[in-house]
Every structure is written in structure tokens, then in C-alpha cells.
């Protein structure tokens, strides 16, 4: 029941994760590209006040949720639960050195002027963001994979 339980907590967080991200990259960063710079600045100001309490908090009990799967299991399935909370807190750690210094600078630029490299800036951190998305994606889908042999023994045991 504990080994469920945590499969369950770790799958919710990283989906959730893995579905920021992905909506993030396919939405947001092209609406940022097509908006003027100041409206982009001002925008991506405010939403990584609120973004950033979530999307840490996700990735916290993914990560943690992951590897505590991984203790508790062996073999496949301890593998597979450590490499998503290592992808995960890969994520942690590409937002935390990558996009988190770069949001810094995008703040002071929505309250003065961006610098003259800000477009080579911007792009930086939209490659962070991708390298976040894939990790979490991935991540998500080795919980998955794990999920399904057990989906389908129990399917077979109730026939």
C-alpha cells in the first residue's frame, strides 16, 4: 500500500510538473515572442511570483516522491524511480542556476530599460526552459512505464 501511495504522490507531482512546463514552452514562450518587450518584461515579472512557489513545490515532491518510491522498491522499478527523481531534481537544478538568475534580471529590466544583449538573454532561458520540460517530461514518463506492468498484472488478476 505504501509503494502505491507513493507512486501515486510522485506520478501527481511530476505530471503536474511535467504539464507546466509543456504548457510554459508551447504556450507561454511564443506569446512572450509575439508580444512587445516591455509587455513581455512586465508579464513574465508577475507570473514568476506566484510561478515560482508552485512549480518549486513541485518539483520538490516529485523529486522527493521519486526517490522515496525508489527506496522502497527493488530491481526495474527502483531504477527507473531513481532515474525520474534525478531528472527531477535535474529540473530543480536547471531552474535554480538557469532561469531563476535570468527572472532576476528580467525584473530589474521591467522596472528600467533591458540591455542591449537581452534578446541573446532571453533566449538562454527559454533554452533552460527546455532543457527543464524535457527532463520533467521524461521523468514523467519512466513513472508511467513503471505504472503499467502493475496496471496490467492487476487487470490479469481480476479476469
Do not use: C
Amino acid at each position: 500500500m505504501r509503494i502505491r501511495i507513493t507512486h501515486g504522490l510522485a506520478l501527481m507531482a511530476t505530471g503536474l510538473l511535467a504539464g507546466a512546463f509543456s504548457y510554459g514552452a508551447a504556450n507561454l514562450v511564443p506569446t512572450f515572442d509575439a508580444v512587445p518587450i516591455d509587455m513581455r518584461l512586465d508579464f513574465h515579472s508577475e507570473l514568476m511570483k506566484v510561478n515560482g512557489i508552485t512549480v518549486q513545490g513541485a518539483m520538490v515532491v516529485s523529486t522527493l516522491a521519486s526517490f522515496a518510491l525508489a527506496a522502497l522498491t527493488r530491481g526495474r522499478a527502483r531504477v527507473l524511480a531513481a532515474a525520474a527523481g534525478l531528472l527531477t531534481f535535474a529540473s530543480f537544478l536547471i531552474t535554480r542556476l538557469g532561469n531563476v538568475p535570468i527572472n532576476g534580471r528580467i525584473k530589474q529590466w521591467a522596472a528600467t530599460t533591458p540591455p542591449a544583449d537581452h534578446a541573446e538573454i532571453l533566449q538562454r532561458w527559454e533554452l533552460f526552459n527546455q532543457a527543464r520540460t524535457l527532463t520533467a517530461i521524461v521523468a514523467f514518463a519512466l513513472l508511467i512505464f513503471l505504472a503499467l506492468p502493475a496496471t496490467r498484472s492487476a487487470a490479469a488478476a481480476r479476469e
